[in-house]
């Protein structure tokens, strides 16, 4: 029912500026929490950042200062704003989707990738 559906991923320069976009698909739906998680390879995925439909945010500790979620409700779209990008961010970048009701639905991944 609900299909998230990442863009924005790609190669970039460490201290460049990625921006993702995450923009689920399907029935209507009510939407508590949106975010984005991100693995890379041997690692498990880990939180990088969340909105709640109140306008609550979290960071993940090693993002913070760098990275920005942005959430437009009315068009049912949460954003990344990635700066200062290390090659430790390299990753595969995951949208996430949250209903209390709904459910929990993830993205099929977008890949992240930061040269030296």
């Known amino acids: 029912q609900v299909q998230p559906a990442e863009s924005g991923g790609g190669l970039v320069q460490a201290g460049g500026s990625l921006r993702l976009s995450c923009a689920p698909s399907?029935?209507?739906?009510?939407?508590?929490?949106m975010g984005w998680y991100r693995q890379a390879p041997g690692k498990q995925r880990e939180l990088v950042a969340s909105?709640?439909?109140?306008?609550?945010?979290n960071y993940g500790g090693s993002v913070k200062g760098r990275f920005t979620i942005s959430r437009d409700n009315a068009k049912n779209t949460v954003y990344l704003q990635m700066n200062s990008l290390k090659p430790e961010d390299t990753a595969v970048y995951y949208c996430?989707?949250?209903?209390?009701?709904?459910?929990?639905?993830w993205g099929q991944g977008t890949q992240v990738t930061v040269s030296s």
């Open positions: 399907g029935s209507m739906f009510t939407i508590d929490d």
């Open positions: 996430s989707v949250l209903g209390v009701r709904l459910g929990h639905y």
């Open positions: 909105a709640t439909s109140g306008g609550s945010i």
